[in-house]
């Protein structure tokens, strides 16, 4: 983006419910609209409407080849978008509404332009609990695509303000529901082929849904054979910083992401410091996890990341690490 927010075209509506028919509006017009979920904040199209699902590639940045999640507003829906299998089934029964995305066989008569899919046979489908999400998609009567509000590759938006800095000249409405509960994208699991697999670690913890599978989800990486989720690229989640992890002390120079009552050696002389959750809380220090990196970045030129748990949360806030701390292009 090179515009300056003051001459940005957008406006930010704080979310209550006069709001959602402006937002609709801008929908059914094909604009793209800044929706809050549970997790993130998502740049929301028409589902149906090839030139804003476009308009959300171009915006982010976003390559051609990556398709988007399509949001729908209950199990009923789903069921008109991606053919619900047994497992999906259950797994829909126990976790939706809510911060799980399932990546099913598409129906064929699905009102989902091609673009939005990368012209692939399954679709991801995710059905969000946010009361501001769910009244968006009641009144639009239809799905909507949404990715989070992020430019491609960057820090993904828990704010408004998030998705004013990175995408505010995209955007026709923004509806302001304050920083997002959970801070961390869903979990994608896939059920198109033989076997249930982990597309991407997220805000449900693996355990929770192995427990309602009866069974173990294979990692994506760990199967050739097994389509992998296309966005999930080795450099992700990135700030500007360089990111250095397992940090057991911090360098001249350094900002630090400390998580828990242990802080690394010469803590004090970071330049800046956030801890995610000083009491060692994983779903806090989630909550807390991209607005930290945000502000780091806006500090330093590299960033010091404390060790993290790789259990629960701590999986998926590992992952986003990993990504953010990848070599980019
Ligand atoms: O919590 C969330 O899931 C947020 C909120 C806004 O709903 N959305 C989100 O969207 O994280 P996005 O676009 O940032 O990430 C979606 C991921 C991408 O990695 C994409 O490749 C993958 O889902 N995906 C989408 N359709 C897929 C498919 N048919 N098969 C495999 N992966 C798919
Ligand atoms: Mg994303």
Redesign the pocket.
Same mark, same amino acid.
């Given at each position: 983006m090179t515009g300056k927010a003051a001459q940005l075209p957008h406006i930010v509506l704080a979310a209550r419910r006069e709001a959602i028919p402006l937002a609709v509006a801008a929908l059914r017009a094909g604009n793209l609209v800044g929706?809050p979920?549970e %997790? #993130?904040?998502?740049l929301a199209a028409d589902a149906a409407d090839a030139t804003a699902v476009g308009a959300i590639f171009l915006a982010k940045g976003r390559p051609r080849f990556?398709?988007?999640?399509v949001?729908v507003v209950d199990r009923h829906a789903a069921g008109a978008v991606g053919v619900l299998a047994p497992a999906a089934e259950r797994l829909a029964e126990a976790f939706w509404p809510g911060?799980l995305?399932l990546?099913v066989a598409r129906q064929p008569a699905a009102p989902i332009a091609g673009i939005a899919?990368a012209g692939?046979s %399954? #679709?991801?489908i995710?059905v969000?609990a946010h009361p501001v999400a769910r009244a968006l998609l009641a009144a639009f009567s239809g799905p909507l695509v949404?990715?989070?509000?992020n430019r491609s590759g960057h820090v993904?938006a828990t704010a408004a303000a998030h998705v004013v800095a990175d995408l505010g000249a995209a955007v026709a409405v923004i509806l302001d529901a304050g920083p997002t509960a959970i801070g961390i994208?869903?979990t994608?699991v896939?059920l198109a082929g033989d076997r249930p697999i982990l597309?991407?670690a997220?805000?449900v913890p693996r355990a929770a849904i192995e427990q309602v599978l009866g069974t173990r989800l294979t990692m994506a990486d760990s199967d050739r054979e097994s389509?992998?989720?296309?966005?999930?690229l080795a450099s992700h989640y990135a700030p500007a910083a360089m990111i250095r992890l397992e940090a057991t002390s911090v360098r001249p120079g350094e900002a630090l992401l400390a998580f828990g009552r242990t802080l690394p050696a010469n803590a004090a002389a970071a330049v800046a410091v956030v801890n995610l959750s000083p009491t060692g809380n994983l779903a806090e220090a989630a909550t807390n996890f991209f607005a930290a990196l945000r502000t780091l970045d806006a500090q330093a030129a590299s960033i010091a990341v404390a060790p993290i748990p790789d259990e629960g949360l701590g999986e998926a806030i590992n992952d986003r690490l990993r990504r953010a701390a990848a070599p980019r292009n």
């Open positions: 929706m979920t %997790t #993130v904040y998502g990556n398709p988007l999640i949001h911060p995305t990546v899919l692939l %399954t #679709v991801a995710r969000p949404a990715p989070s509000a993904s994208e869903s994608i896939g597309l991407r997220g805000a389509p992998q989720a296309p966005g999930m």
